[in-house]
Protein backbone atom coordinates (compact mmCIF):
# COMPACT_ATOMS: atom_id res chain seq x y z
CA UNK A 1 0.00 0.00 0.00
CA UNK A 2 2.72 2.47 0.76
CA UNK A 3 4.53 1.53 -2.22
CA UNK A 4 1.55 2.64 -4.25
CA UNK A 5 1.85 5.49 -2.97
CA UNK A 6 5.03 5.95 -3.44
CA UNK A 7 4.65 5.13 -7.23
CA UNK A 8 1.65 7.42 -7.38
CA UNK A 9 4.13 10.49 -5.79
CA UNK A 10 6.95 9.69 -8.37
CA UNK A 11 4.49 9.76 -11.10
CA UNK A 12 2.82 12.68 -10.13
CA UNK A 13 6.21 14.45 -10.51
CA UNK A 14 7.78 13.38 -13.44
CA UNK A 15 4.20 14.31 -14.91
CA UNK A 16 4.58 18.02 -13.43
CA UNK A 17 8.83 17.99 -14.21
CA UNK A 18 7.25 17.08 -18.00
CA UNK A 19 4.25 19.87 -17.91
CA UNK A 20 6.80 21.90 -17.21
CA UNK A 21 9.40 21.33 -19.79
CA UNK A 22 6.23 22.24 -22.09
CA UNK A 23 5.54 24.65 -21.26
CA UNK A 24 9.11 26.18 -21.42
CA UNK A 25 9.37 24.57 -24.80
CA UNK A 26 6.23 26.10 -25.84
CA UNK A 27 6.96 29.45 -24.72
CA UNK A 28 10.56 29.08 -26.68
CA UNK A 29 8.35 28.49 -29.55
CA UNK A 30 6.01 31.46 -28.99
CA UNK A 31 8.82 33.85 -28.68
CA UNK A 32 10.74 32.86 -31.78
CA UNK A 33 7.81 33.02 -33.78
CA UNK A 34 7.14 36.20 -32.20
CA UNK A 35 10.60 37.39 -33.31
CA UNK A 36 10.37 36.20 -36.66
CA UNK A 37 6.63 37.89 -37.09
CA UNK A 38 8.64 41.29 -36.46
CA UNK A 39 11.13 40.69 -38.34
CA UNK A 40 8.58 39.29 -41.74
CA UNK A 41 6.77 42.40 -40.86
CA UNK A 42 9.71 45.00 -40.68
CA UNK A 43 10.99 43.28 -44.24
CA UNK A 44 7.28 43.80 -45.44
CA UNK A 45 7.53 47.58 -44.38
CA UNK A 46 11.29 48.01 -45.94
CA UNK A 47 9.77 46.72 -49.23
CA UNK A 48 6.58 48.70 -49.45
CA UNK A 49 8.18 51.76 -48.47
CA UNK A 50 11.02 50.49 -51.68
CA UNK A 51 8.36 49.94 -54.59
CA UNK A 52 6.25 53.19 -53.41
CA UNK A 53 9.38 55.12 -53.65
CA UNK A 54 10.04 53.48 -56.88
CA UNK A 55 6.55 54.38 -57.57
CA UNK A 56 7.10 57.97 -56.58
CA UNK A 57 10.01 57.83 -58.56
CA UNK A 58 8.57 56.35 -62.06
CA UNK A 59 5.28 58.88 -61.40
CA UNK A 60 7.83 61.65 -61.36
CA UNK A 61 9.80 60.40 -64.44
CA UNK A 62 7.13 60.66 -65.92
CA UNK A 63 5.19 63.60 -65.45
CA UNK A 64 8.80 65.31 -65.82
CA UNK A 65 9.21 63.49 -69.53
CA UNK A 66 5.62 64.76 -69.81
CA UNK A 67 5.96 68.04 -69.02
CA UNK A 68 9.12 68.11 -71.01
CA UNK A 69 7.72 66.86 -74.34
CA UNK A 70 4.92 69.39 -73.85
CA UNK A 71 7.43 71.91 -73.41
CA UNK A 72 9.12 70.53 -76.45
CA UNK A 73 6.20 70.65 -78.63
CA UNK A 74 5.20 74.38 -77.55
CA UNK A 75 8.68 75.16 -78.53
CA UNK A 76 8.11 73.28 -81.56
CA UNK A 77 4.85 74.98 -82.47
CA UNK A 78 6.31 78.25 -81.67
CA UNK A 79 8.90 77.56 -84.23
CA UNK A 80 6.66 76.86 -87.16
CA UNK A 81 4.66 80.40 -86.61
CA UNK A 82 5.93 82.64 -89.33
CA UNK A 83 6.47 86.19 -88.41
CA UNK A 84 3.17 88.54 -89.24
CA UNK A 85 4.89 90.03 -91.77
CA UNK A 86 5.91 86.59 -93.76
CA UNK A 87 2.39 85.43 -93.24
CA UNK A 88 1.01 88.16 -94.68
CA UNK A 89 3.82 87.96 -97.84
CA UNK A 90 3.27 84.37 -98.24
CA UNK A 91 0.32 85.02 -100.28
CA UNK A 92 1.04 87.14 -102.51
CA UNK A 93 2.17 85.16 -105.33
CA UNK A 94 4.57 86.07 -108.59
CA UNK A 95 1.69 87.76 -110.32
CA UNK A 96 4.12 88.81 -113.26
CA UNK A 97 4.03 86.51 -116.11
CA UNK A 98 6.74 86.47 -118.84
CA UNK A 99 4.71 86.72 -122.35
CA UNK A 100 7.85 85.04 -124.05
CA UNK A 101 8.64 82.05 -121.34
CA UNK A 102 7.20 80.22 -118.43
CA UNK A 103 9.04 82.24 -116.05
CA UNK A 104 6.92 84.25 -113.54
CA UNK A 105 7.97 87.08 -110.57
CA UNK A 106 6.97 88.41 -107.54
CA UNK A 107 7.93 92.10 -108.65
CA UNK A 108 7.52 94.15 -111.83
CA UNK A 109 11.34 95.63 -112.06
CA UNK A 110 12.23 91.98 -112.25
CA UNK A 111 9.84 90.66 -114.96
CA UNK A 112 10.57 93.77 -116.83
CA UNK A 113 14.68 93.26 -116.33
CA UNK A 114 13.99 89.86 -117.24
CA UNK A 115 12.28 90.51 -120.36
CA UNK A 116 14.12 92.88 -121.91
CA UNK A 117 17.71 91.05 -121.04
CA UNK A 118 16.57 87.54 -122.07
CA UNK A 119 14.33 87.88 -124.27
CA UNK A 120 13.73 91.80 -126.54
CA UNK A 121 16.97 93.96 -125.98
CA UNK A 122 16.04 97.94 -126.76
CA UNK A 123 19.82 98.58 -126.10
CA UNK A 124 21.62 98.47 -129.60
CA UNK A 125 25.12 99.02 -130.19
CA UNK A 126 25.94 100.30 -133.33
CA UNK A 127 29.86 100.69 -133.99
CA UNK A 128 31.45 103.95 -135.31
CA UNK A 129 28.03 105.35 -135.11
CA UNK A 130 29.44 109.05 -135.11
CA UNK A 131 32.33 108.38 -137.56
CA UNK A 132 35.91 107.51 -136.39
CA UNK A 133 36.46 110.42 -135.09
CA UNK A 134 35.75 112.96 -131.98
CA UNK A 135 36.33 116.09 -131.15
CA UNK A 136 37.99 116.90 -127.98
CA UNK A 137 37.23 119.88 -125.55
CA UNK A 138 40.50 121.47 -126.93
CA UNK A 139 39.34 121.78 -130.36
CA UNK A 140 41.28 118.57 -131.57
CA UNK A 141 40.28 115.58 -133.28
CA UNK A 142 40.96 111.98 -131.99
CA UNK A 143 41.12 108.91 -132.88
CA UNK A 144 37.56 107.00 -131.58
CA UNK A 145 39.61 103.73 -131.20
CA UNK A 146 42.35 104.69 -129.44
CA UNK A 147 42.79 108.49 -128.56
CA UNK A 148 45.18 109.75 -130.43
CA UNK A 149 45.24 113.55 -131.56
CA UNK A 150 45.01 113.95 -135.53
CA UNK A 151 44.99 110.65 -136.87
CA UNK A 152 45.53 109.83 -140.37
CA UNK A 153 43.78 107.98 -143.09
CA UNK A 154 46.70 105.34 -142.77
CA UNK A 155 46.12 105.50 -138.60
CA UNK A 156 42.34 104.66 -139.14
CA UNK A 157 42.95 102.12 -141.05
CA UNK A 158 45.00 100.57 -138.86
CA UNK A 159 41.94 99.99 -136.71
CA UNK A 160 40.23 98.64 -139.68
CA UNK A 161 37.50 101.62 -139.90
CA UNK A 162 37.02 101.30 -143.49
CA UNK A 163 36.27 97.47 -144.20
CA UNK A 164 33.76 97.69 -141.03
CA UNK A 165 32.35 100.97 -142.18
CA UNK A 166 31.54 99.18 -145.24
CA UNK A 167 29.53 96.15 -143.94
CA UNK A 168 25.62 96.44 -143.90
CA UNK A 169 24.30 98.31 -140.86
CA UNK A 170 22.66 94.85 -139.77
CA UNK A 171 25.93 93.73 -139.41
CA UNK A 172 27.86 96.62 -137.08
CA UNK A 173 24.81 96.62 -135.08
CA UNK A 174 24.70 94.72 -131.28
CA UNK A 175 21.82 94.44 -129.14
CA UNK A 176 24.25 93.43 -126.30
CA UNK A 177 27.98 95.08 -124.86
CA UNK A 178 29.68 91.83 -125.06
CA UNK A 179 28.91 91.10 -128.35
CA UNK A 180 30.76 94.61 -129.35
CA UNK A 181 33.80 93.93 -127.20
CA UNK A 182 33.70 91.00 -129.60
CA UNK A 183 33.06 92.45 -132.53
CA UNK A 184 36.09 95.41 -131.75
CA UNK A 185 38.87 92.52 -130.88
CA UNK A 186 38.15 90.30 -133.96
CA UNK A 187 37.33 93.43 -136.50
CA UNK A 188 39.44 96.70 -135.30
CA UNK A 189 42.77 94.58 -134.27
CA UNK A 190 42.09 94.04 -130.86
CA UNK A 191 40.41 97.81 -129.55
CA UNK A 192 39.38 97.88 -125.96
CA UNK A 193 36.13 99.72 -124.95
CA UNK A 194 36.78 103.44 -123.82
CA UNK A 195 34.38 105.80 -122.58
CA UNK A 196 33.90 107.58 -126.01
CA UNK A 197 32.27 104.97 -126.91
CA UNK A 198 29.42 104.99 -124.82
CA UNK A 199 27.93 107.15 -127.24
CA UNK A 200 27.34 104.24 -129.64
CA UNK A 201 24.12 103.12 -127.30
CA UNK A 202 20.95 104.09 -128.04
CA UNK A 203 17.54 102.73 -126.69
CA UNK A 204 14.63 101.28 -128.97
CA UNK A 205 11.17 102.89 -127.57
CA UNK A 206 8.74 102.59 -130.73
CA UNK A 207 7.93 98.96 -130.42
CA UNK A 208 4.10 98.23 -131.72
CA UNK A 209 2.75 95.69 -130.21
CA UNK A 210 -0.98 94.22 -128.77
CA UNK A 211 -2.36 93.04 -125.72
CA UNK A 212 -3.73 89.33 -125.59
CA UNK A 213 -5.51 90.17 -123.30
CA UNK A 214 -7.86 92.78 -124.53
CA UNK A 215 -6.45 93.29 -128.15
CA UNK A 216 -5.61 97.38 -127.28
CA UNK A 217 -2.63 98.27 -129.97
CA UNK A 218 0.25 100.32 -128.44
CA UNK A 219 3.02 102.12 -129.65
CA UNK A 220 5.69 101.98 -127.44
CA UNK A 221 7.35 99.75 -125.47
CA UNK A 222 6.95 101.85 -121.87
CA UNK A 223 2.86 101.69 -122.81
CA UNK A 224 3.52 98.18 -123.21
CA UNK A 225 4.67 97.28 -119.86
CA UNK A 226 2.16 99.57 -118.12
CA UNK A 227 -0.62 98.14 -119.77
CA UNK A 228 0.49 94.28 -118.46
CA UNK A 229 1.29 95.03 -115.53
CA UNK A 230 -1.83 96.53 -114.88
CA UNK A 231 -3.59 93.32 -116.24
CA UNK A 232 -1.36 91.10 -114.31
CA UNK A 233 -2.07 93.36 -110.82
CA UNK A 234 -5.24 92.60 -111.43
CA UNK A 235 -5.13 89.03 -111.53
CA UNK A 236 -4.64 87.95 -115.51
CA UNK A 237 -2.84 84.88 -116.40
CA UNK A 238 -1.18 83.50 -119.38
CA UNK A 239 -3.67 80.82 -120.11
CA UNK A 240 -6.08 83.65 -121.00
CA UNK A 241 -3.80 85.35 -123.81
CA UNK A 242 -4.99 84.43 -127.23
CA UNK A 243 -2.91 85.37 -131.18
CA UNK A 244 0.52 87.04 -130.85
CA UNK A 245 2.63 89.99 -129.29
CA UNK A 246 1.35 92.43 -132.81
CA UNK A 247 5.43 93.14 -133.35
CA UNK A 248 6.12 94.34 -136.73
CA UNK A 249 8.95 92.52 -138.62
CA UNK A 250 12.03 94.13 -137.63
CA UNK A 251 11.13 94.05 -133.58
CA UNK A 252 10.22 90.16 -134.37
CA UNK A 253 13.41 89.53 -135.64
CA UNK A 254 15.13 90.95 -132.08
CA UNK A 255 13.38 88.29 -129.78
CA UNK A 256 14.90 85.46 -128.74
CA UNK A 257 14.68 82.27 -126.80
CA UNK A 258 10.91 82.23 -126.56
CA UNK A 259 7.68 80.83 -127.03
CA UNK A 260 4.42 81.90 -128.57
CA UNK A 261 2.85 84.09 -125.94
CA UNK A 262 -0.49 81.48 -126.37
CA UNK A 263 1.46 78.28 -125.31
CA UNK A 264 2.96 79.35 -121.98
CA UNK A 265 0.51 78.10 -119.57
CA UNK A 266 0.18 74.90 -121.96
CA UNK A 267 4.25 74.85 -121.49
CA UNK A 268 3.95 75.09 -117.86
CA UNK A 269 2.15 71.94 -117.49
CA UNK A 270 5.12 69.85 -118.77
CA UNK A 271 7.19 67.87 -117.43
CA UNK A 272 10.03 70.62 -118.33
CA UNK A 273 8.54 74.04 -119.20
CA UNK A 274 10.45 76.41 -121.12
CA UNK A 275 12.45 78.73 -119.16
CA UNK A 276 14.97 81.53 -120.85
CA UNK A 277 16.46 81.24 -117.29
CA UNK A 278 17.86 78.04 -117.96
CA UNK A 279 21.22 77.35 -119.89
CA UNK A 280 20.30 74.55 -121.78
CA UNK A 281 16.66 75.60 -123.20
CA UNK A 282 18.60 78.44 -124.96
CA UNK A 283 20.79 77.91 -128.08
CA UNK A 284 22.34 81.04 -128.52
CA UNK A 285 22.79 80.50 -132.74
CA UNK A 286 20.95 83.45 -134.87
CA UNK A 287 18.54 81.95 -137.54
CA UNK A 288 20.96 83.72 -140.23
CA UNK A 289 23.49 80.98 -139.12
CA UNK A 290 21.35 77.99 -139.02
CA UNK A 291 21.73 76.03 -143.17
CA UNK A 292 18.68 75.77 -145.19
CA UNK A 293 18.60 72.08 -144.75
CA UNK A 294 16.05 69.58 -142.90
CA UNK A 295 18.14 66.68 -141.62
CA UNK A 296 17.96 66.89 -137.39
CA UNK A 297 21.40 66.48 -138.11
CA UNK A 298 22.23 69.57 -138.82
CA UNK A 299 22.99 70.68 -135.28
CA UNK A 300 22.97 68.75 -132.71
CA UNK A 301 22.06 71.49 -130.33
CA UNK A 302 19.38 72.31 -132.61
CA UNK A 303 18.16 68.72 -132.99
CA UNK A 304 17.81 67.69 -129.52
CA UNK A 305 16.45 71.28 -127.94
CA UNK A 306 12.97 71.24 -128.87
CA UNK A 307 12.73 74.02 -127.09
CA UNK A 308 14.30 76.13 -130.04
CA UNK A 309 10.75 77.03 -131.51
CA UNK A 310 12.38 79.97 -133.57
CA UNK A 311 15.07 77.64 -135.29
CA UNK A 312 12.70 74.79 -135.80
CA UNK A 313 10.35 76.95 -137.32
CA UNK A 314 12.65 78.42 -139.55
CA UNK A 315 13.35 75.09 -140.78
CA UNK A 316 10.28 74.38 -141.29
CA UNK A 317 9.73 77.32 -143.33
CA UNK A 318 12.64 75.82 -145.28
CA UNK A 319 11.25 72.87 -145.86
CA UNK A 320 7.50 74.21 -147.05
CA UNK A 321 9.15 76.73 -149.32
CA UNK A 322 11.26 73.84 -150.78
CA UNK A 323 7.79 71.59 -151.32
CA UNK A 324 6.31 74.06 -152.82
CA UNK A 325 8.72 74.92 -155.40
CA UNK A 326 8.50 71.29 -156.78
CA UNK A 327 5.17 71.94 -156.72
CA UNK A 328 3.80 70.31 -153.46
CA UNK A 329 1.86 71.92 -151.29
CA UNK A 330 2.31 70.70 -147.78
CA UNK A 331 -1.04 69.27 -145.86
CA UNK A 332 -1.08 70.08 -142.16
CA UNK A 333 -0.81 66.00 -141.23
CA UNK A 334 2.45 66.41 -143.38
CA UNK A 335 4.03 69.64 -141.50
CA UNK A 336 3.06 68.07 -138.50
CA UNK A 337 4.70 65.05 -139.33
CA UNK A 338 8.01 66.87 -140.60
CA UNK A 339 7.74 69.40 -137.21
CA UNK A 340 8.06 65.93 -135.44
CA UNK A 341 10.94 64.86 -137.06
CA UNK A 342 13.04 67.93 -136.64
CA UNK A 343 12.07 67.65 -132.96
CA UNK A 344 12.50 64.56 -131.79
CA UNK A 345 14.14 62.69 -135.08
CA UNK A 346 13.01 60.56 -137.88
CA UNK A 347 12.00 57.43 -135.73
CA UNK A 348 9.64 59.98 -132.78
CA UNK A 349 6.20 58.55 -132.16
CA UNK A 350 2.88 60.24 -132.91
CA UNK A 351 2.25 60.89 -129.66
CA UNK A 352 4.89 62.95 -128.93
CA UNK A 353 3.54 66.43 -129.26
CA UNK A 354 4.87 69.43 -131.17
CA UNK A 355 4.05 73.12 -131.47
CA UNK A 356 2.37 72.51 -134.62
CA UNK A 357 -0.50 70.47 -132.90
CA UNK A 358 -1.90 73.67 -131.23
CA UNK A 359 -4.32 75.40 -133.48
CA UNK A 360 -3.24 78.62 -133.11
CA UNK A 361 0.49 78.01 -134.11
CA UNK A 362 -0.31 76.05 -137.00
CA UNK A 363 -2.83 79.12 -137.62
CA UNK A 364 0.13 81.48 -137.45
CA UNK A 365 2.79 79.20 -139.06
CA UNK A 366 0.47 79.00 -142.41
CA UNK A 367 0.45 82.86 -142.49
CA UNK A 368 4.34 83.29 -142.68
CA UNK A 369 4.40 80.13 -145.03
CA UNK A 370 1.80 81.78 -147.88
CA UNK A 371 -0.66 78.85 -146.76
CA UNK A 372 -4.48 78.78 -146.14
CA UNK A 373 -6.56 76.08 -145.03
CA UNK A 374 -8.93 74.21 -148.06
CA UNK A 375 -12.33 74.33 -146.57
CA UNK A 376 -13.84 71.03 -146.33
CA UNK A 377 -10.32 69.50 -147.57
CA UNK A 378 -9.18 67.26 -144.97
CA UNK A 379 -6.44 69.46 -143.61
CA UNK A 380 -5.36 70.29 -147.33
CA UNK A 381 -3.89 73.77 -148.04
CA UNK A 382 -3.52 76.16 -150.81
CA UNK A 383 -0.16 78.62 -151.69
CA UNK A 384 -1.62 81.42 -151.63
CA UNK A 385 1.78 84.00 -151.25
CA UNK A 386 3.93 85.17 -149.18
CA UNK A 387 2.47 88.03 -146.05
CA UNK A 388 4.85 90.84 -146.47
CA UNK A 389 3.26 93.08 -144.47
Known amino acids: MDSAIVLDDDLAQAFTHRSEQDLFLASDINSLDLEEN ?29 SSTSNHQRRRRRKKLAPYKTRRANPEKRRYQCTFCTDVFKTKHDWQRHERS ?31 QSPTDAHLERHSYSSCAARPVADRV ?12 AVHNGCKFNDRMMNWISTIDTVHSRCGFCDLQMTTWAEREKHLAEHFKSGSDMKDWTGDRGFDATIENLVRDDIPPYMIAQQRETMDPFSASRSYHCIGQKITDVADQESPALSSDLAHNVHSHRHIEHLLLAHVSREICQGRVPSDSQIRKQMGILMYGPDHDDWEQTWADNEQWLT ?17 NAFVGYDTS
Open 38 to 66: ILNTSESIEQSNWYTSQSDFFIASSESAA
Open 118 to 148: LHLSLDEWRCSRFGPVFLDIDGTYCCVFCGD
Open 174 to 185: FFRKDHLLQHLR
Open 364 to 380: QFRKKAGLISLPLSDGR
